[in-house]
Each structure stands twice: as C-alpha cells, then as structure tokens.
C-alpha cells in the first residue's frame, strides 16, 4: 500500500479528538490545567501561553527589553542558522539581530566565537536545540551570567529534551515551548513561556490581561484544522495535501508581522492530553532517532551530527548532513515521500529580510555549510522499523 510521510508531526488520537469535541460541546476551559502541568512539570513559578510561539517569543524579548531598561542594550545574540521565525520575533520586539556562527558539528553555538563577541550592548541570547537535540546549554548559560544578559532557552522543538538532567527550556532567565503542528507535542498552535523571575512575570502580567483571544472565525479556521490534521496526518492520506501546492507545506518563510493572542480555549483540551502523554511520544521518536544514529554510515558524503554525551535529545527529525550537492538532491527527490526534507534553505546572514536589523553582516561558515548540506529524516510515530529501513537503503544508494 502505498505511503507518503509527513516529514514532521505529532498525530491526534482519536481519543483525543473525542476529548477535544466534549470539552468544547460542555465548554471547558483547559487552560489552567495546562498551565499547571507546565509549571508542575519544570518546577517554575509562572506560565503564560499564547495562540502561537512566535508571539510568545516576541512577547518574552519585549519584556526582557522593559525589564533591562536601558534603550542603548538592544541586541539579541542568536545562531546564524536557526528558524526564521526567531529573528522575526526580535524585528517584532524592536530589537537588533547579532549573529554567532555555529559548529556545523553539533548545531550548537560556536562556544569559542561566542566568547569572544561584544557584549556592551547584548540584551539577551536564545538557545536553538534544533531537531530536538540540546544545545550547550550549561555553558551558554554560564557566558551569560558570566557577563551580565539574560538568556532564553527555546525548546520549540525540544519539548521533552534534557542536558545535564535538566529540562530543556528550563536554563536561563525564561523557557519557550511552541504546540505547533510540527512540534513534538501539538494542539495545531499555540506557544508558552515559562520563568521563575517574579520582575520579568510581573511584566508579563501587566501586558497579558489586555491581549485579545481568537475570534469566533479564527477558532473556526483552527477547528477545521485539527480535524483535517487529525485526517491527513497519516502516512496514508497525507499524499492528498503534500500534492496541492497552494498549501504550501515544507516552505520556509520569513514573517514581516507577528499577530500576538492568547491561547484559545477551543484547542486547550489536545494540548492538555498531548502533554500528559509527552513521554510515550518522545520515545517513540528517541528509538527512531538513535536507529538512524547506529546505523546510518559516515562516509566520503554523509556526516552525523555530533551530539552532547550530556545531552538526551528527543530528535523531532534526525539531521544528517551530505557534502556532495548532487547526492543531496538526488536523496531529496528518491525519499520525498519518506519525508526526508530540506530544513531552513539560508542561514540567516543571507536572509535580505533581515539586513535592516542585523548588526553584524558577513559570512558565517559554519551556518553556511550546514544550510548547504542538511536533511532531516522523520521520526514520528507513524515511521517503522521497515521504513527505516528503506530510508538507509536511499540513503545508502544515492551516496555510494
């Protein structure tokens, strides 16, 4: 039978879905018990969510930025290669970009380029842990406090994930998860930020109350997205929306303006049940994701990423890098329907949409290489021992 793979997702139950449509039928509010498991879960004193992570982000550095209070610390320190969506976050939040290479080893900051960075006007430095796998997170945080700036951990793809014993999204001044439809846990969207600091929540709340919810016609949008998500997510049936282009599904854009909300009712009730059940989730990813890591072979063309020993990644996709321009290409077209895909097509120097708020143009070797050379595997639920399989056979051929 065949089968055509979301590259990313985390599927609704049917369980679920019958929870979701008797919470809304009874209108129950989950919200708070959404909260509470966060705050319970990382041991944090405040949460707030949002109708998309985004908005989150933008929410936290603007907060960060009154917290700080000093017109002149305006730079937000962040990977050269990362989701788009953070550098429109900070453009958002009416700040600057400053870029720091990474290690195209370990998709982690350049430790050494970043020590040697200027600081004097530096608000604040996001994490990645891209693909579910931790950054250095210990030692990002210790430059910061060593110097004097917050940090913010996003674990947007990294829900679950932990280094030295610690949560991701639990390091630095404040957390960021996304429940995004490409996420490890999901309600369609919806974002959250955690924080143990009393000044930076008191900001939070003195700006939350006065946000709007979705409206009537947004939540019925959403609505109609969770039930096509809970459709077509499966290997089955998602040939049907991968074929229509207008959907545009895979693309990477950059958005100019960040609409901010909070988190709608309606959807509460999918994250409240994807939450509960986070772990059973995230193993079934970590056995994918250490199958690739044991058997996918280093050759002239394939590299593997370089994970931390002091890092238990969740792996949302399995990233693999192929030096060789043509043989990438060649696996992109041979294994779509397996969901081996690109991630973002430019590090974030050679984005024209972020010119105006950058204040270090340049090259970035190590973003660059890695933007040139990456693909990620699938790891959800719905990919096989067979499937596996068939994806290192592609693989295995494309680069022989």
């Not at 405040?46 to 929410?59: H, K, N, P």
């Not at 970590?286 to 370089?306: A, D, F, P, Q, R």
């Not at 690109?342 to 972020?354: H, T, W």
Request: hydrophobic fraction near 35%.
């Amino acid at each position: 039978m065949f089968k055509y793979f979301p590259p990313s997702g985390s599927p609704i139950t049917t369980k679920e879905i019958l929870y979701w449509l008797a919470c809304n039928a009874f209108f129950v509010d989950k919200r708070k018990d959404i909260n509470k498991s966060l705050r319970d879960r990382f041991k944090v004193e405040y949460s707030y969510l949002f109708t998309t992570g985004r908005g989150a982000m933008t929410v936290l550095l603007r907060s960060l930025k009154k917290l700080r209070n000093k017109a002149e610390i305006n730079e937000v320190i962040i990977p050269a290669y990362t989701c788009y969506s953070v550098a429109s976050s900070i453009q958002n939040a009416g700040l600057k970009v400053r870029l720091c290479d990474v290690d195209p080893v370990t998709l982690s900051y350049n430790l050494e380029k970043l020590q040697k960075m200027p600081f004097k006007n530096v608000l604040c430095i996001i994490s990645a842990n891209l693909y579910g796998i931790p950054n250095q997170l210990q030692e990002i945080e210790s430059i910061a406090n060593k110097y004097g700036f917050y940090m913010v951990d996003d674990a947007a793809q990294s829900f679950n994930a932990k280094y030295q014993e610690r949560e991701v999204g639990t390091f630095g001044t404040a957390g960021l998860y996304s429940f995004d439809k490409g996420k490890n846990i999901t309600s369609i969207e919806g974002g959250s930020i955690i924080t143990n600091n009393p000044e930076l929540a008191e900001i939070i709340d003195s700006n939350y109350s006065k946000m709007s919810g979705n409206s009537v016609k947004d939540n019925l949008l959403t609505a109609i997205k969770v039930i096509i998500y809970y459709l077509f997510l499966n290997p089955l049936l998602y040939w049907i929306p991968a074929s229509l282009p207008f959907l545009n599904l895979g693309k990477t854009r950059y958005e100019e303006h960040i609409e901010i909300k909070k988190y709608s009712r309606m959807v509460a009730p999918i994250a409240l049940m994807q939450i509960k059940r986070s772990n059973q989730i995230a193993e079934k990813r970590i056995v994918n994701g250490l199958w690739y890591k044991s058997n996918i072979t280093e050759n002239n063309t394939i590299n593997k990423i370089n994970e931390s020993d002091q890092g238990k990644p969740v792996y949302l996709r399995y990233p693999i890098k192929v030096k060789q321009r043509e043989k990438r290409e060649a696996i992109l077209i041979h294994a779509k329907r397996y969901g081996i895909t690109k991630s973002y097509p430019k590090s974030l120097n050679q984005l024209k949409e972020i010119e105006k708020i950058l204040v270090n143009p340049g090259e970035f070797e190590g973003a660059e290489q890695i933007s040139a050379q990456l693909i990620t595997l699938p790891t959800h639920t719905f990919i096989n021992y067979n499937d596996r399989e068939n994806i290192k056979i592609i693989i295995d051929d494309m680069t022989a």
